[in-house]
């Protein structure tokens, strides 16, 4: 049958690549990790007398680790489970305990590091720190109306300036005698005349 050149599931020979069956020796491998999660390679080799690198394949295997998230359903206990809950808790109070013992001292004798850090855990505990930052204010706009205003206020301040202009030009031609839309309209006539 011809394989795609792409297809990674299988040896250019046709073979399967990685563990297609699970022996005895896989479910008792998977029985072993559930035990003590954090044994090594080696060890795993050593115990099962296999090679490091052939374990590394079979736990990287899809086959193996669907066989290892069903063996941990089927071997984890609700009532473990309860009792690690409950021992966590436990933990947690005569820690809680500890720190307040510590804290209880006077100021003088608690290392800055250890109220900084009881400040750290109690503050994300109690939530503070640990959700998004707040929004910023929604300011809403009315474009009509801004723009409107925007209008009244340019053309206040156009007949501003042609109130300030009429009211330089009525200077200069009491101080000339001349009315300026005269000298304007001479000084254009005698432009035009030049040539």
């Known amino acids: 049958m011809p394989r795609d050149s792409a297809d990674t599931t299988h040896w250019p020979n046709g073979r399967a690549r990685g563990v297609q069956r699970l022996s005895a020796a896989h479910v008792a491998l998977a029985d072993a990790l559930i035990a003590d999660p954090s044994v090594s390679h080696i060890e795993l080799a050593a115990r099962f007398e296999y090679t490091a690198g052939w374990i590394g394949q079979v736990l990287a295997s899809e086959a193996f680790q ?26 947690m109070q005569r820690a809680l305990e500890i720190i307040r013992e510590q804290l209880a001292k006077p100021s003088a004798e ?38 409107e205003q925007l209008a009244g206020n340019l053309e206040s301040l156009l007949k501003r300036r042609k109130a300030e202009t009429n009211a330089i030009d009525a200077t200069a031609e009491a101080d000339s005698g001349v009315p300026p839309s005269a000298s304007r309209g001479a000084a254009k006539l005698v432009v035009t005349s030049s040539d």
């Open 66 to 91: 669907s066989t290892l998230a069903a063996r941990r359903r089927e071997l984890v206990d609700p009532a473990l489970k309860a009792s690690i809950e409950q021992q966590i808790g436990g933990v």
């Open 110 to 147: 608690v290392p800055a590091a250890v109220a900084l850090r009881a400040f750290e855990v109690s503050s994300k505990a109690a939530g503070y720190g640990s959700g998004p930052p707040p929004a910023a204010p929604k300011v809403e706009v009315n474009v009509v109306a801004h723009l």
